[in-house]
Each structure stands twice: as structure tokens, then as C-alpha cells.
């Protein structure tokens, strides 16, 4: 018998993978599963939810997502410009200022939405935060430790 002849295949025969294909980040798989437990209906009748995302510049368009979602499924839409622009901001300024984790909690009970913001890191309690947008546009607010918050009233769609 002869030999038989194995050939290595050249990089130029190797299949390419596109250059944008990546993998999605934390904070995109967790807005991903959370828009989708709200369109399966598997999100329940809850009315305080909390997700914990990764200090990445993507945390940011993340929140506003996860906020808009949220409020649409508790069909509190009218809030929800508010609440995603604050939301987002809170998360913004966390970044800006060394959050190893931020715990973003959303729940809405009495006519009231809360917000709260939770720089979850070691050290220094909320300090020097560019406050403006709340003192603007929520019906109160503060802060916390590593927590700043506010509230917005609610009127549910009937």
C-alpha cells in the first residue's frame, strides 16, 4: 500500500468568522433575558426588581433598557421617560466615580416608583454626584451610604 498523502489546509482555506461577531457583554445577556421574561409573561405580578450590572460603559444604555421594560410591563409607561433618563444618569455618575458593581432596584407601589442606585465598592459613601437631573425632574430623592434613589408618581394606564 502507499502512503497516503495529508495536506495541512492554509489559513486562506480556514473558515472566518466576521470581525463584528462577538459575544454579548453582562449587562447586554441580562437585558436580553430580561426582555425577554417580560414578553413570555414569566415576569409574574412582582412590583420590586433588582438587577446588578457590570461597570462597563454598556451598564448605562442597559439601565435605560431594563427600566423602559420594566415600566412598559407594569403599564407604567407614562413615568418611563423619567425614570430611564434618571436611572441611566445615577448609573452614569456611579461610573464615573469607581463602582466595582451597580444594583440598579426599580419597584412601584402607592402611586410612587422608586429608583434606587447602589454603587456596590469598598471605601467612600456617595460623594460630589451631579444631582441635578433629580432635584429636576423627581418628586424626591437622596442618598445613602453607596445608595441614591428617587421616587416619581405614577398613574397606571386603566
Known sequence: MGAMCQTQPSQADMP??????????WNGLLAMGNDLAIRTGWTGQE???????????????TARRLVTARLSAWQLDTQAGPAQLLAAHLVGEALRHGAE???VTLSAEDDLLRCE???????????????????????CWGA???????????????
Not at 47 to 61: E, F, G, H, N
Not at 123 to 131: A, C, K, Q, S, Y
Not at 144 to 158: D, M, N, Q, S, Y
Open 101 to 103: 458593581k451597580i444594583k
Open 16 to 25: 472566518r468568522q466576521p470581525s463584528a461577531w462577538r459575544l454579548p457583554s
Open 47 to 61: 412590583r420590586t426588581v433588582s438587577w446588578t450590572l457590570s461597570a462597563r460603559p454598556s451598564a448605562v444604555p
Open 117 to 139: 442606585v447602589d454603587e456596590q465598592r469598598h471605601g467612600h459613601d456617595v460623594e460630589e454626584r451631579d444631582l441635578t437631573p433629580l432635584e429636576e425632574l423627581a418628586c
Open 144 to 158: 445613602a451610604g453607596t445608595v441614591v434613589w428617587f421616587e416619581l408618581r405614577v398613574r397606571p394606564h386603566i
